[in-house]
């Protein structure tokens, strides 16, 4: 079955990075888009950023600033997503999902329903 599985959360005090891990089983990467969400306490859920496993494009929310990075290894079907300059407003659950698709371009931050959602890693930002 398609599972997604996160780690590499955990605690850091602001200014301080993080490495998050999504890794993905039941399907290969091949044409599919992979997109991390984040989710604080009393918050809407949000769009961070995706990527697409086929060439590689990604795409980030404005808020990100250059200061995240998304990146894929597809021989290991696993997604990364480097928090640096990682700020208090930062914390939140973070989740990755995944579609498959061959569409590509920014709507996949934040306007396209991916069918399959990890259960999220929680990424807590100290002051």
């Known amino acids: 079955e398609v599972q997604l599985v996160e780690s590499g959360g955990g605690l850091v005090q602001a200014g301080g990075s993080l490495r998050l891990s999504c890794a993905a089983s039941g399907f290969t990467f091949r044409n599919y888009a992979i997109a991390w969400f984040r989710q604080a306490p009393g918050k809407e859920r949000e769009g961070v950023s995706a990527i697409t496993t086929n060439d590689g494009s990604a795409y980030y929310a404005d808020f990100v600033e250059g200061r995240f990075t998304i990146s894929s290894d597809n021989a290991k079907n696993t997604v990364y997503l480097q928090l640096n300059s990682l700020k208090p407003e930062d914390t939140a659950v973070y989740y990755c999902?995944?579609?498959?698709?061959?569409?590509?371009?920014?709507?996949?931050?934040?306007?396209?329903?991916?069918?399959?959602w990890g259960q999220g890693t929680q990424v807590t930002v100290s002051s």
């Open positions: 999902a995944a579609s498959y698709t061959t569409y590509t371009g920014s709507y996949l931050v934040n306007h396209y329903e991916y069918d399959y």
